[in-house]
């Protein structure tokens, strides 16, 4: 079946523009993870949802970012007013746990480079 | 707050050998710990998926073993091939924000012909 599919997969924003990054879970899958992954680093946790209610937004660097999952299944992370700093791959991973331990599916990511 | 350790940074061995990584993490009351394989450019791969009850599991030429009291976790990868290289990630989430799944920096891996 298929996968984790993430959308663009690669982006050049110029710093100040907006940014949208689409995740499409795996069907049936309730548990949604967005990371942030820095070049040479391990992914850093930015935010979690349950169907669409975001339970874990903690690791989110800042108010320029935003994620939602309005109907339990798509999800959008958006990043307002785009800095160099967030220059990073962004992994998106779902599982079809509601609860740990979970076992996590990850996508191929989208690698975003501000400019 | 969990903090994860991987040992070494990166590696670089003759193809057939036998090898291990090492994960060490801060925190013992997890719920399991999960090793993941990632190729440049690429998501993550699931290898193994520990429980907090078990002491290891297998799958193929790969055995990952947990000392929870410890606070490690090894990657033990048998009869190593070119096709191993990648950049091997161990992460154990905490009962504490168990959602918030914490990575290490990865064992880079080359494994030469």
């Known amino acids: 079946g298929a996968g984790v599919s993430q959308s663009p997969r690669y982006k050049v924003a110029k710093r100040g523009q907006d940014v949208a990054l689409r995740c499409d879970p795996i069907s049936g899958h309730v548990s949604l993870f967005w990371y942030q992954q820095a070049l040479g680093q391990g992914p850093e946790f930015l935010t979690y949802f349950q169907n669409e209610a975001q339970l874990d937004k903690s690791g989110l660097p800042s108010d320029r970012f935003f994620a939602e999952r309005p109907e339990g299944s798509v999800s959008t992370l958006k990043i307002q007013r785009t800095q160099q700093e967030d220059s990073a791959v962004y992994l998106c991973a779902s599982s079809s746990k509601v609860g740990p331990p979970y076992e996590q599916y990850f996508g191929p990511g989208t690698r975003l480079t501000v400019t | 707050k969990q903090e994860v350790t991987q040992i070494p940074a990166a590696l670089s061995v003759p193809e057939g050998e036998n090898l291990v990584l090492n994960c060490s993490f801060t925190?013992?009351?997890?719920?399991?710990l999960q090793w993941f394989r990632q190729d440049p450019g690429k998501g993550l791969t699931s290898l193994l998926l520990i429980q907090s009850s078990q002491r290891e599991q297998t799958s193929g030429r790969l055995n990952a073993s947990l000392d929870k009291s410890s606070g490690r976790s090894t990657l033990y990868i048998a009869a190593s091939q070119p096709g191993d290289s990648a950049t091997y990630l161990c992460a154990p989430p905490g009962y504490s924000s168990a959602s918030k799944i914490i990575f290490g920096s990865g064992t880079r891996l080359s494994i030469r012909p």
């Open positions: 925190d013992s009351a997890i719920y399991n």
